[in-house]
Each structure stands twice: as structure tokens, then as C-alpha cells.
């Protein structure tokens, strides 16, 4: 419960800090979340560390989330553990990092993914709800995709949403999962 609870807390209070420390302003609608740990960040560690937290809180989530399928909550461990690797794997002071790319590409599929492959017969909340929580994920994804390989100035806002909205479902699914 801890770490589902942590992970939402963490990205949006790292972006929001990392943020109101950029020199100068940022932009967080037309600026992606990797800017703020990127090398020509003014504080790049936070948003470093708190990407790093985000990726141990979802791989601890996973591991006990014990009502969901085991393909889910191993490909929701490899989107916490991926997410270490993109925030290892800065951006450069312009341009993009293929290993960044490389590490977001595995990232956001993986975190939008899991949930489709975490039902069982018996899960609680009802499948239909896991299933409907991957297609929304996967409709933030392909919005994301769209301003990524479209040079959108709202690239920002699109990965935020996709983010937030990752982040948030493990809690939401974890609650939903003690009901009884």
C-alpha cells in the first residue's frame, strides 16, 4: 500500500519541484519530464531521484500485489525497473539519447501494459476494469506518441497525463484490490 501510495507522490512532486527550480522558468506543457533530469537541468538530481523512487515503489508494488496474474506484475516490475534505467540515462544538454529513447520505449509500453496481463478468474476489481485501465493507459500512450513523433508543443502536457495516470493506477488497483 505504502509504495503504490509513494510512486504518484513522488513523480508529480519531483516534476513540480524540478520544475520551480529551472532557471529562468519551465514550461511544462511544451517540456517532457526527462528535460528536468536532463544534463542542462539547473537541479537535475531531483527529478533523478525521484524517477528512481518511482521505479523501486512500482517494482515493490508488483511484488505485492499478490491478487493480480504473475505475466502482469512481472512486466509492471520491468516498468519499475526500466524506469531506473531512463532516469540512469540522461538526456544531453540538446538533442535526445538513443539509451534514453531506448529506455522510454520499454518504460511507458510496459507501465501502460501491465495491467491487461495482470487478470485472473476471481481478481478483484473485476477484469473489465483492469482491461479498461490498460486501453486508457494505451489511449495516453498513442496521445503521447503523437505529440512525440508529431514535434508537439504539448509534449509535456501529453507525457504528464500518460505518467500521472501510470502512476496512479497501481494505487487505484491496490485499494480496489482490499475491498472485499
Known sequence: MLSSACAPVLLIGGWQLAAARQRGGF???????????????????????????VGVCHAITATGLA???VPGRLLFAAGGAATVAL??????????????????????????????????RGIKPRPAVWFSAAAGLLVLLGWFGIDY??????????????????ALWPLAAVLLARRR
Open 149 to 166: 513523433f508529431g514535434d508537439s508543443s504539448r509534449i509535456g502536457l501529453s507525457e504528464r497525463v500518460l505518467a500521472g495516470a501510470q
Open 67 to 69: 491478487p493480480a496474474a
Open 27 to 53: 514550461d511544462q506543457v511544451s517540456h517532457t519530464i526527462s528535460e528536468l533530469a536532463g544534463r542542462g537541468a539547473t537541479d537535475p538530481w531531483i527529478m533523478t531521484t525521484a524517477l528512481v523512487g
Open 87 to 120: 532516469a540512469a540515462l540522461p538526456l544531453p544538454v540538446t538533442g535526445d539519447s538513443p539509451a534514453h529513447v531506448v529506455a522510454a520505449t520499454v518504460t511507458l509500453p510496459a507501465l501502460s501494459l501491465w495491467p491487461a496481463l495482470a487478470v485472473r
